[in-house]
């Protein structure tokens, strides 16, 4: 194969990746992510940290280090980390007041725990941070909401 082929080879590649990268979307945002069988229970499971300013700015010390989040929901929270740009899915944009609306707390925590199966978000409790850690950073992720 000569130089010329290969180069359009490799451009084809390049074009075929930024092609996927720019199209990857977020998954329906307003769709559960909880099972069905789980979900009064994820829903009635209260987060025991109280929305304090002094626990929101532990939670986004939890958000930016410990917890790695950053990484692909972005320090902005938009969704747009280094990691979550290359992710189909991406990963939740927190800016999204609609999102945070039809959520509770505790389904939050159950994908922190669980993980979201077929995408990116993989189960960190405990595998990175604590049950209290991840209560913790859901009260920071409810921040990012600046509207209403
Ligand atoms: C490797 C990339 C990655 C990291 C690191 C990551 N997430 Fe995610 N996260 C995702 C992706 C992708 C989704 C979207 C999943 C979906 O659409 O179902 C998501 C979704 C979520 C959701 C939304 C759940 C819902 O109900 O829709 C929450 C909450 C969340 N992440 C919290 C966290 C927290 C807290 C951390 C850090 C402790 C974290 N994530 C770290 C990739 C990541």
């Keep these: 194969m000569g130089y010329f082929s290969k180069f359009l080879g ?13 199209g990857a979307e977020e998954r329906d945002p307003l769709k559960p992510r909880v099972p069905v069988d ?24 939890l958000f930016e280090g410990k917890g790695t ?3 692909c929901h972005g320090k902005n929270g938009d969704g747009q980390g280094e990691a979550g740009k290359i992710l189909n899915p991406s990963p939740r944009n927190f800016t999204n007041c609609k999102f945070h609306k039809k959520r509770k707390d505790g389904e939050l925590f159950w994908v ?7 995408t990116g978000m993989v189960a960190l409790v405990p595998a990175a941070i604590t049950e209290q850690e991840a209560w913790t950073i859901i009260n920071y992720e409810r921040s990012f909401c600046k509207a209403e």
Excluded: H, Y
Aim: aromatic fraction near 2%; glycine fraction near 6%.
């Design 10 to 22: 490799i451009s084809a590649a390049l074009m075929l990746l930024s092609v996927s990268v720019v």
């Design 38 to 61: 789980q979900m009064s229970d994820a829903r009635a499971n209260k987060n025991p940290v109280d929305a304090t300013p002094e626990n929101i700015a532990k939670g986004k010390a």
């Design 69 to 71: 989040c950053f990484n």
């Design 112 to 118: 922190i725990k669980n993980g979201s199966a077929g």
